[in-house]
Nanobody
Framework: VQLQASGGGLVQAGASLRLSCAVS????????MAWFRQAPGKEREFVSV????????YYSDSVKGRFTVSRDKTKNMVYLQMNSLKPEDTAVYYC?????????????????WGQGTLVTVSS
C-alpha cells in the first residue's frame, strides 16, 4: 500500500483547508484509512479515521465537529476537510493505513504511511 498526502499550506485562523491522500496498492476492503498529525516537539497524534468499506468514521476530541474525513472509492482518495482552523492545528499531517482497525487511534497499529504535508495556521 502506498499513500501520498497533499493539500497543506498556510492559512489564517478560522479558514478551511482540504487535505488529500492518494492511495494505491489495494484492495483496501479491510483497511482503515487515517489522518495523524505531528506538531513541532510533540508526538504524532491521531486525528481521524474512516473504514474503507463501512464508512464508519472516528475523530479525536480536538477536531470533532470541525474536521470531516471521507473517501472516494472510485478515485482511491481519502480526504480531510478541515474547517474553523486554529493555530493549535498547526502540524505535519500524515495519512496512514491499517488492517488493525480496532486500534485505529494508535500509531503502532499502522504499517503504511504517506509523507507528511505541512499545515500552518496563523493567528
Amino acid at each position: 500500500v502506498q499513500l501520498q498526502a497533499s493539500g497543506g499550506g498556510l492559512v489564517q485562523a478560522g479558514a478551511s483547508l482540504r487535505l488529500s491522500c492518494a492511495v494505491s496498492g489495494g484492495p483496501f476492503t479491510k483497511y482503515g484509512m487515517a489522518w495523524f498529525r505531528q506538531a513541532p516537539g510533540k508526538e504524532r497524534e491521531f486525528v481521524s479515521v474512516i473504514i474503507w468499506t463501512g464508512e464508519n468514521t472516528y475523530y479525536s476530541d480536538s477536531v470533532k465537529g470541525r474536521f470531516t474525513v471521507s473517501r472516494d472509492k472510485t478515485k482511491n482518495m481519502v480526504y480531510l476537510q478541515m474547517n474553523s482552523l486554529k493555530p493549535e492545528d498547526t502540524a505535519v499531517y500524515y495519512c496512514a493505513a491499517t488492517v488493525k482497525v480496532w486500534d485505529y487511534d494508535r500509531t503502532s497499529a499502522y504499517n503504511f504511511w504517506g509523507q507528511g504535508t505541512l499545515v500552518t495556521v496563523s493567528s
